[in-house]
């Protein structure tokens, strides 16, 4: 599929360390990542660790993961990718700065030279990686796919309070519940059904316009509020935008198991 590409990344260490070990199962932990640091991907493959590097979906020529880790490089060629190096500092675990990298690839902000000339680009998250690619695009039948989230939330606020549950989502959630409510007061509704961001399909010549200016004002709403659960942002900021997005339910579009 030649007129295909698809993106996937990851930001930070090689294999995310406690910052500490203050307890038993962080000890434990800290010394799971560090064995899988220092021993070669392919011998962690065949004691049956889990890598955060997939295999690049097949049969598909244009496929692009992109890292601020050289470390990776080697593992991410072999596994069927194209290597994208972006400068950044390396940050210990899941940051707030690692996770907003990783909107620049979701949400088409990176250097486009690789992939201009193709109709369809596929962003999957490094652990929602589909093999489906001929189904996606057959779905796509306006500029945007995306999956509701496989858990049913018909209200932005149900995503707030489960996202309240994880650090670098909660630390500027008031600045985040303070940007829904000024939306609000605009127009915005707070009952628009949450949507799964792991896979995004663009069909990229259709709209084009309107569909980078939706992947924008997400984007530019992320890095304003230092606030990487997007999963919020674009269930508010794509209101306007329904008419060029197809939502499916999560199970419609497959990713691979234990991904």
């Given at each position: 599929?030649k007129?295909v590409?698809?993106?996937?990344?990851?930001?930070?260490?090689k294999?995310?360390k406690?910052?500490?070990?203050?307890?038993?199962?962080?000890?434990k932990?800290?010394l799971?990542?560090?064995?899988k640091?220092?021993l070669p991907?392919?011998?962690?493959?065949?004691?049956?660790f889990v890598?955060?590097?997939?295999?690049?979906?097949?049969d598909?020529?244009h496929?692009?993961?992109?890292?601020?880790n050289?470390?990776?490089?080697?593992?991410?060629?072999?596994?069927?990718?194209?290597f994208c190096?972006?400068e950044?500092?390396l940050?210990?675990?899941?940051?707030?700065?690692?996770?907003?990298l990783?909107?620049?690839?979701?949400?088409?902000q990176?250097d486009?030279t690789n992939?201009?000339?193709?109709?369809?680009?596929?962003?999957?998250d490094s652990?929602r990686?589909s093999?489906?690619?001929?189904?996606?695009i057959?779905?796509?039948?306006?500029?945007?796919?995306?999956r509701y989230e496989?858990?049913f939330?018909?209200?932005?606020?149900?995503?707030?309070?489960?996202?309240?549950?994880?650090e670098?989502?909660?630390?500027?959630m008031?600045?985040?519940?303070?940007?829904?409510?000024?939306?609000l007061a605009?127009?915005?509704?707070?009952?628009?059904r949450?949507?799964?961001?792991?896979i995004i399909?663009y069909?990229?010549?259709?709209?084009r316009?309107?569909?980078?200016?939706l992947?924008?004002?997400v984007?530019?709403?992320?890095?304003?509020l230092?606030?990487p659960?997007?999963?919020?942002?674009w269930?508010?900021?794509?209101?306007?935008?329904?008419?060029?997005?197809?939502?499916e339910e999560?199970?419609e579009i497959?990713?691979?198991?234990g991904?």
């Open positions: 599929m007129s590409a698809i993106l996937s990344c990851w930001f930070g260490y294999y995310n406690p910052l500490k070990i203050n307890s038993f199962s962080t000890c932990r800290w799971y990542a560090t064995i640091n220092l991907f392919n011998i962690l493959e065949y004691l049956g890598s955060i590097i997939p295999q690049a979906p097949k598909i020529e496929c692009y993961f992109y890292s601020n050289k470390r990776l490089e080697k593992e991410v060629l072999f596994k069927g990718w194209h190096f972006v950044s500092e940050d210990n675990g899941e940051s707030i700065t690692s996770s907003l990783a909107k620049q690839v979701k949400f088409l990176m486009d992939y201009k000339n193709v109709d369809h680009l596929i962003y999957m652990r990686v093999d489906d690619i001929a189904t996606i057959r779905m796509n039948q306006k500029s945007i796919l995306i496989a858990k939330k018909p209200s932005i606020w149900h995503e707030v309070e489960e996202a309240k549950g994880q670098r989502y909660a630390q500027h008031h600045k985040t519940i303070e940007f829904i409510n000024a939306k605009e127009g915005y509704c707070h009952n628009n949450v949507m799964n961001t792991g399909a069909s990229i010549n259709r709209n316009k309107e569909v980078q200016a992947c924008d004002e984007y530019y709403a992320c890095m304003k230092q606030q659960e997007c999963q919020i942002l269930c508010l900021l794509s209101q306007p935008y329904m008419n060029i997005i197809k939502a999560f199970t497959k990713n691979r198991s991904l």
